[in-house]
């Protein structure tokens, strides 16, 4: 139950069982008793229905990617916040990236000389 904060979020789209089958963590080798499955809880608009896509913790070894694959394929849904892109905080902070650029530049060059 200790999934990184970036791979949280697609647990919120599935329902979880647990039950009893014990299996291998392959990663660390190690016997686990209870085994999850995983339902895909997105209701599909056009029959109404929820999606009957299921996995269980042994068949995806503790990875999200399976997961985050079928959400994307199946439902349009992506990560609400894309770690890919980290650039935007930035740019908020500064307004004007070129002043800042400039100010950075003056203090870099001293700095550079002092090294050698
Ligand atoms: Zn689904």
Excluded at 84 to 110: H, Q, V
Aim: net charge neutral; hydrophobic share 30%; proline share 8%.
């Amino acid at each position: 139950m200790s999934e990184p904060k970036s791979t949280k979020w697609p647990w919120t789209y599935f329902e979880i069982s647990e039950f009893e089958n014990p299996w291998i963590v392959k990663k660390s080798n190690k016997r686990t008793l209870i085994d999850r499955e995983i339902r895909c809880a997105v209701l599909d608009n056009e029959i109404g229905e929820k999606c009957d896509w299921k996995t269980t913790d042994s068949k995806r070894q503790a990875s999200t990617s399976k997961m985050i694959d079928h959400l994307r394929k199946q439902h349009s849904i992506d990560s609400p916040d894309k770690p890919e892109e980290p650039k935007r905080a930035e740019y908020s902070i500064f307004p004007d990236p070129n002043s800042i650029g400039s100010t950075i530049l003056l203090m870099w060059i001293p700095l550079k000389q002092s090294n050698f």
